[in-house]
Every structure is written in structure tokens, then in C-alpha cells.
């Protein structure tokens, strides 16, 4: 349920409330938030049982900021570096910017603790909406204290919006934006296998990260439609950068592992798998087939160009703005799922040698 103040009326929790919660004076509640003044602990105690029980936020500067007239928007992401959702972001500021609004981007390190910290921080200074960008780890707690705080945010009339990551629970107040994850993977095997490639390596991303666990759905699920039965060692988790995914293609060529194609589960690792390819002597695609995802605009820059899946990132950014933007639009809205499609370039030929170059 979403949090009220006593009166009943939704919105903000003030310091008279959580005097009155607690039974004592505004001066005494004042004097234990600004820890200035001693208190005993039983008092001390109330107070802040009172503060936890009504959400109350306290922040100088978030006041500031709600009489300046302009709203502001928090978006975090996972690298400000990143090149897939930084596109996201930059749609979520230029309609936000076109709105007179105001943006201020954070970076979580793909650290779940930092991201619900931040949420929290964007939550104090009263930030009109908070944007959550890219895949997450799917972890109980983290889910539960996400869904309080999409309730905290809901009811002073915020929105917590998540882009390209699933929803929380349907009770959840929060705008979701997503992308075909797992038909794109499905998709983009289906590519590769009717090329004639049965052993096709992956490197979806870390385990129980919400995009990595899609991409290897997919690429699973195409393989059982095939007929092709999923070999768990070609399965390999590195990280989404171009160093890692260079480090994760040596190592399977000097464990002797046998692969003719590689489904890489970002373009920047795309590139080091085939900086690792060409240090072997491998050519691609003669050798071994090379495939990624997002279509960022290096991949058509790689050599050979890198066929690849696209993901509307700058769109995601734009509709999920909008939708924050309008409160008018009827709930069903606040979950969107846009399409994602192939991108064919000249990194990928019919397989010649069954068993790959290992």
C-alpha cells in the first residue's frame, strides 16, 4: 500500500506528522533529525520509529528544489562510459530538456546496494521521476526494498521508471520500459544456426544479471526448436567489456574448446572476442563467426562490420519520459515492451568445418 499521512490525505509526510506519531513536539523531533541536542534514546527511539513508519524525508535542499518550479530527474545507470545505455539516457534528457526540466545522472557500478542507495538519494531530493537503466541482479531483497521505495516514490508523486529490465511485481507503481531480450537472442541463434552452425559459443553475461539471463533463454530456446542439443561448455560469463570478452576468447581456444560461431551479449564484447580471434590468427568470419547485440553505432565500424541485434535504446529513453511526462495515460501504458531485429553485415558465412578452428 501506498504511504499517506494521517490526515489520509497521499503526499509527503511533514514533521507535524511524525510529532504526532511519536507524541512529542515538533521542537523535540527537530532536535533529534539534526542530532544537535541530546536526547535520551527512549525519545530518540520514537522519533525515529515514527520517521521510519511514515517515510518522513528530510532534506533542506529538496525543499529548495520543489519551489524553484522545475522538476528534476534522476537516471542511474549501471557506467556513464557504457555505450548501449548511455543512448537510453541521453533520450530520457532531451525530452526531458525539451520539458524544461532538469537531469542528474549517477553511475551504480552494477553494485545493487549503490543503486538502492541512490534511489533513496534521488527520493530526498525530491526528484519528479527516477530512471533505473539496464539489467539488474534478481535478488529477493533487493526487489523488496526497490518495491518500497517505488511506493514511497508513488506517493508523493514521483515515478520510479525502469528501462530495459523487467518489472518488480504487478502491484508495483513503477513505468516499465522494455526491450525483446530474449527474441532477439532466439532470433539472432536462429541466424546462426541456418547457416549451418551447430557449435555456437556464448557469452551472455554474468549469471542472474536480467539481460544475461535473457539472452541465454533465447539462444536455448532456438536450440531446442533446431534440434540442437545446448552443450553447457559453451556457455562462458564474462563481463560486458571489450577486454573481458578478448581474456573469455583466449581461454577457449587454448582449452581446446571447438566452436565455429560466437554470440557475443554486447557489441563492445563482440570487439575484444574479435581482437582475441585476430591474435590467434583466426580470420572472422573465414574461421569463426562473430555476432553481438545492441547495435551500437561502432558495430557497423568493427571490421568485418559486425552482424548484430538492435535494440531501440534512444527510443526506450524518449517513450519512458513521455509516459512520466503524461500522467493521463491509463496504467496499461506504464508497461511497454519495444521490438528488437536483426542487423545482417559480413561477420558471419555458412559454416566449412563442423568441429570450428580449436
Given at each position: ?9 497521499p ?30 534514546e ?5 522519533v ?34 557504457g ?7 541521453r ?67 514521483s515515478?520510479?521508471?525502469l ?25 539472432m ?68 574448446l ?5 554470440f557475443?551479449?554486447?557489441d563492445?564484447?563482440a ?9 590467434a ?53 506504464h ?24
Open positions: 500500500m501506498s504511504k499517506r499521512k494521517p490526515s489520509g490525505q503526499g509527503r509526510a511533514t514533521i507535524r506528522d511524525v510529532a504526532a506519531r511519536a507524541g512529542v513536539s515538533v521542537a523535540t523531533v527537530s532536535r533529534v533529525l539534526s542530532s544537535n541536542y541530546h536526547v535520551s527512549e525519545l530518540r527511539g520514537r525515529m520509529t515514527a520517521v521510519r513508519e511514515l517515510d518522513y524525508v528530510t532534506n533542506a535542499h529538496a525543499r529548495s528544489l520543489s519551489g524553484t518550479g522545475r522538476n528534476i530527474v534522476g537516471i542511474l545507470l549501471d557506467d556513464m562510459t555505450a548501449a545505455f548511455a543512448h537510453v539516457a533520450g530520457v534528457e532531451e525530452e526531458a530538456s525539451a520539458r524544461g526540466w532538469l537531469s542528474m545522472v549517477c553511475a551504480t557500478n552494477s553494485d545493487p546496494e549503490r543503486e538502492l542507495e541512490l534511489v533513496n538519494l534521488m527520493r530526498q531530493q525530491g526528484a519528479a521521476a527516477v530512471f533505473l537503466l539496464g539489467g539488474t541482479y534478481d535478488l529477493d531483497e533487493y526487489r523488496l526494498r526497490m518495491a518500497r521505495f517505488a511506493r514511497s516514490l508513488d506517493a508523493a508523486g515515478r520510479l521508471v528501462c530495459g529490465r523487467p518489472p518488480l511485481d504487478d502491484d508495483v507503481p513503477a513505468t516499465v520500459i522494455e526491450y525483446d531480450n530474449e527474441r532477439g537472442a532466439y532470433a541463434t536462429g541466424h546462426l544456426l541456418s547457416s549451418g552452425h551447430r557449435r555456437i559459443l556464448i557469452m551472455p553475461g554474468p549469471e542472474g544479471f536480467t539481460t544475461a539471463e535473457g539472452r541465454l533463454a533465447g539462444y536455448r530456446q532456438a536450440l531446442a526448436e533446431h534440434g540442437v542439443p545446448f552443450d553447457p561448455e559453451l556457455v562462458m560469463r564474462p563481463t560486458f567489456v571489450d577486454t573481458v570478452g578478448r581474456h573469455a576468447i583466449r581461454k577457449a581456444l587454448q582449452d581446446g571447438r566452436f565455429t560461431a560466437v557475443c551479449a554486447t563492445i564484447v570487439a575484444g572476442v574479435l581482437d582475441g580471434l585476430r591474435e590468427g583466426l580470420s572472422v568470419p573465414e574461421d569463426v563467426s562473430v555476432v553481438g547485440f545492441d547495435d551500437i553505432p561502432l558495430a557497423s565500424y568493427l571490421w568485418p562490420p559486425l552482424t548484430t541485434v538492435h535494440v531501440p535504446y534512444e527510443e526506450m529513453g524518449r517513450v519512458a519520459m513521455r509516459l512520466v511526462a503524461d500522467p493521463r495515460r491509463d496504467a496499461a501504458e508497461h511497454v515492451v519495444m521490438g528488437t531485429h536483426l542487423v545482417v553485415r559480413r561477420s558471419v558465412l555458412p559454416v566449412r568445418r563442423p568441429d570450428g578452428p580449436a
